[in-house]
Nanobody, 119 residues
Framework: QVQLVETGGGLVQAGGPLRLSCAASGRIFGISTMGWYRQAPGKQRELVATITNVGSTSYTDSVKGRVTISRDNAKNTVFLQMNSMKPEETAVYYC?????????????WGPGNQVTVSS
């Protein structure tokens, strides 16, 4: 089993920064891509950013230039630094980890972390 623990959510003022962290633990043999998704009320879950095990990153267009995804491979942890946050980015943010566990390929999701951007 793989467990994901997300930290760093909460309330932030529009224009302010917020940093999310997600640490994976358990029977993990290797991790490939890690990422962050978000789901706003009444909307579908959408991709925010991903990072591969060699550090290649990708971002959804709406966050490019304001958001940075990074990871610490030694600690199986992924980070999301968000700057100049907007009220419309209020959502539950989910960590996603893809890799290999004891039972083979795995795709794990964090429990979600509420981020509220006040105007």
């Amino acid at each position: 089993q793989v467990q994901l623990v997300e930290t760093g959510g909460g309330l932030v003022q529009a224009g302010g920064p917020l940093r999310l962290s997600c640490a994976a633990s358990g029977r993990i043999f290797g991790i490939s891509t890690m990422g962050w998704y978000r789901q706003a009320p009444g909307k579908q879950r959408e991709l925010v950013a991903t990072i591969t095990n060699v550090g290649s990153t990708s971002y959804t267009d709406s966050v490019k230039g304001r958001v940075t995804i990074s990871r610490d491979n030694a600690k199986n942890t992924v980070f999301l630094q968000m700057n100049s946050m907007k009220p419309e980015e209020t959502a539950v943010y989910y960590c996603n980890v893809n890799g290999w566990g004891q039972l083979g390929p795995m795709v794990s999701w964090g429990p979600g972390n509420q981020v509220t951007v006040s105007s």
